[in-house]
């Protein structure tokens, strides 16, 4: 009796072990379920009835199972929202076409001999200047803005020599009481494209190359 209650023991911890890995190996939720069930039933069948499957096993299968279940259809709730998501910014986008925005970032647009940036003041500032570079980081002007209120500052640079640049950038000095203030460039543009791909939407500002990501908007003007 005992050789085969460790034989019948054996054959059931065997089966045992195959639950889970059934359990996780189906292609779906519902043949995962279906593989579970029968190994089941084939477990229940060989195990030695002076030594049943301990509850707790049986209990530890059944969670896998439905713990292998449960992340599948998060991942299909998961998958589902990211491409509601991209929908979204993408209609998102196409409908900022035409409009102006704020968005991070020190590149300087032209249109028409004119470019316009913001700065952001952490504080007020008694003294601000915007310098114009060159991609080089030469300075092409200079200007002045006097004294400003925390937050933020448009600025205009007016030239029609360097009216078809498209990589002109900008530094920010200000100051309180000779200390330095915090300011961060913003770039205002108006939308000519929205560019949705593989890796987020991005967005052409008339007169500027390179596209800016979606997720780089301050405010829509």
């Not at 460790?6 to 359990?23: D, P, R, Y």
């Not at 030594?51 to 299968?61: H, R, V």
């Not at 199972?65 to 929908?87: E, R």
């Not at 007020?124 to 915007?130: F, M, R």
Request: net charge negative; proline share 5%; charged share 5%.
């Amino acid at each position: 009796m005992s050789i085969s209650s460790v034989t019948s023991t054996s054959n059931a911890q065997a089966t045992a072990n195959a639950v889970a890995s059934a359990a996780s190996s189906g292609s779906t939720p519902a043949a995962a379920q279906a593989n579970f069930l029968k190994l089941l039933v084939a477990q229940l069948n060989s195990q030695d009835p002076m030594n049943p499957m301990d509850n707790a096993q049986m209990t530890t299968q059944m969670a896998q199972l439905n713990m292998v279940s449960g992340i599948d259809k998060l991942n299909a709730t998961v998958q589902s929202m990211a491409t509601q998501f991209a929908s979204m910014q993408t209609m998102q986008g196409a409908s900022l076409v035409g409009k102006t925005v704020i968005v991070n970032g020190a590149n300087l647009p032209l249109n028409a001999g004119v470019g316009n940036g913001v700065i952001n003041l952490a504080s007020s500032a008694d003294a601000v200047s915007v310098n114009i570079l060159a991609p080089g980081g030469q300075v092409l002007d200079t200007v002045n803005l006097g004294p400003q209120s925390a937050g933020q500052v448009p600025f205009s640079w007016n030239t029609s020599t360097y009216s078809n640049r498209t990589d002109l950038t900008f530094s920010i000095t200000a100051t309180s009481g000779g200390q330095p203030v915090v300011a961060a460039p913003l770039m205002q543009g108006t939308v000519v494209a929205a560019n949705p791909s593989a890796t987020g939407l991005t967005l052409t500002l008339q007169g500027q190359a390179t596209p800016v990501a979606y997720g780089d908007i301050v405010s829509i003007l």
